[in-house]
């Protein structure tokens, strides 16, 4: 059966749902790193990221945040709510890594005072530049509303998400979040969108600080399936084929 595609990203092909207002978010192996700059294959980590988002999408939806997750259709492949993807990129930090260490000069590793937010704006051709509520709301990115609503479902997925991965000896250093508008005939409200994933958050062992993420592929440290893997078996979601199929169904045309 042919599916039209409706777009492809750096990690996902999306496709027109089988009713109207879904669409099917199909999961790649693709990985990609410094804005698109760096290219190359994880095996597996389609499968993986499915079932991983899957999970704390569910997780998320019990305490009340509103999701644009439907289920999960294969070992692929899940059913989303079609929504109005808004153009900001909410990154929540809890420890010190990545760009805010280059750009503030703080080691990597500092505990943070407290969870800081940022705002990025969606576009590799620019490189995904830190923007202030300023910008934002200036430009008409998202509205005032918007921007506090997102904010808090950030916040209390911070709070929730922190308390889960801790739970399976992981520390949430930081992770991306995306939002969307989601429309039922004239009511709008903001949902939580695209994935959580390792390729989306930061996640060190709680012990050793080892790296859990897509960090190992950024930073060649090799081993970066099993990192995949060792999420999903600590969520308890790794699928019962294990490593050995990682393949999943192919992408249909």
Not at 56 to 85: C, D, K, S, Y
Not at 235 to 240: A, N
């Amino acid at each position: 059966m042919r599916r039209r595609r409706i777009y492809e990203g750096k990690a996902k092909v999306l496709f027109e749902g089988p009713e109207p207002g879904t669409v099917v978010q199909y999961f790649k192996d693709d990985a990609t790193a410094f804005n698109n700059q760096k290219k190359g294959t994880i095996t597996g980590k389609g499968v993986l990221n499915n079932r991983i988002s899957e999970h704390l999408m569910l997780r998320l939806a019990e305490i009340g945040i509103p999701t644009h997750f439907v289920r999960r259709l294969n070992m692929r492949e899940q059913l989303v709510r079609e929504v109005e993807i808004i153009p900001i990129e909410v990154v929540v930090r809890n420890v010190a890594a990545g760009t805010i260490c280059k750009r503030l000069g703080v080691e990597e590793g500092t505990p943070l005072p407290r969870s800081i937010v940022e705002y990025y704006l969606k576009n590799d051709e620019l490189g995904d530049p830190l923007v202030s509520e300023e910008h934002v709301t200036a430009f008409g990115w998202a509205s005032t509303q918007d921007l506090d609503e997102m904010m808090q479902y950030a916040l209390r997925s911070n709070d929730f998400l922190t308390g889960l991965f801790y739970g399976i000896g992981m520390k949430l250093v930081d992770f991306k979040l995306e939002f969307g508008r989601l429309w039922d005939e004239e009511e709008m409200r903001i949902v939580l969108a695209d994935e959580i994933s390792p390729d989306s958050c930061r996640l060190w062992d709680i012990n050793t600080n080892e790296k859990l993420d897509k960090d190992r592929f950024r930073k060649d440290l090799g081993k970066v399936e099993e990192a995949y893997q060792e999420v999903a078996r600590r969520l308890g979601v790794l699928p019962e084929a294990g490593p050995v199929d990682m393949q999943g169904p192919q992408v249909m045309q």
